[in-house]
């Protein structure tokens, strides 16, 4: 398994033959460093949406449209399935879902959902996924929350999260979940995408660190 950071909140991993693509805001994203035609080259095979944002969903149907599985809410699965997706597989916060490359469990998050034309997108979450025994939490966009505990029992390889501020938890709030969450590594995400969410990573990383734990932040590009 391997997985390269797009900017903004977006993953793409490789499992086998499995082309996964996290939160798809490709067109729009000024840290993509790919085109979507170049990404729509890649063959994705499964697309998995933490909230309904259009920061988070609004290329989830051109590669829907290529074949791509959508993996979201009840709510995200049915919308994008009555504008186009094929196969879309909609979870309850809590529940898991089985695929032939791992495992996603729906989490909570603390923030809202809608489409860009004002569709709800039922509650907002995040994501665990299981692949090949690595555990990975991608928080989606959130507060802070004191649940969190609960999800670093499952027992967390790597941590995706928000630094943003604005629209989620910011550094210090980042770095004080770890105490929740106590993953191996953090990586920081949703930051520098626009004005209002401009961070320095390096603040993250060295706050951390002070901390106890390992964050590294990954380049647009870059794999982790
Ligand atoms: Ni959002
Ligand atoms: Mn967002």
């Known amino acids: 398994m391997r997985m390269q950071y797009l900017g903004h909140s977006v993953f793409y991993l490789e499992v086998g033959e499995h082309r996964l693509l996290i939160d798809p805001f490709i067109e729009g994203n000024p840290l993509c460093p790919f085109s979507l035609k170049e990404l729509l080259e890649r063959g994705i095979s499964d697309v998995l949406i933490t909230h309904a944002h259009g920061d988070h969903s609004s290329n989830a149907?051109?590669?829907a449209k290529r074949g791509a599985q959508i993996i979201s809410t009840f709510e995200i699965a049915n919308y994008l399935g009555a504008h186009g997706a094929e196969h879309a597989v909609g979870l309850g916060i809590g529940g898991r879902g089985h695929f032939p490359w791992g495992s996603v469990l729906l989490t909570p998050a603390w923030h809202s959902s809608s489409f860009p034309d004002g569709t709800y997108g039922g509650m907002p979450t995040g994501l665990v996924l299981e692949i090949e025994g690595q555990r990975i939490y991608h928080a989606g966009d959130t507060a802070r929350f004191g649940d969190m505990h609960l999800i670093g029992e499952l027992g967390l390889d790597i941590a995706l999260l928000p630094i943003g501020d604005h629209f989620t938890m910011g550094i210090a709030d980042a770095v004080e979940s770890l105490?929740?969450?106590?993953?191996?590594?953090?990586?920081?995400?949703?930051?520098?995408?626009?004005?209002?969410?401009?961070?320095?990573?390096?603040?993250?990383?060295?706050?951390?660190?002070?901390?106890?734990?390992?964050?590294?932040?990954?380049?647009?590009?870059?794999?982790?």
């Open 61 to 63: 149907l051109d590669f």
């Open 179 to 224: 105490n929740l969450l106590r993953p191996k590594l953090a990586v920081p995400i949703h930051y520098n995408t626009f004005p209002p969410i401009a961070q320095d990573p390096a603040e993250f990383e060295r706050s951390a660190h002070l901390h106890g734990f390992h964050a590294v932040a990954v380049k647009p590009g870059g794999w982790v």
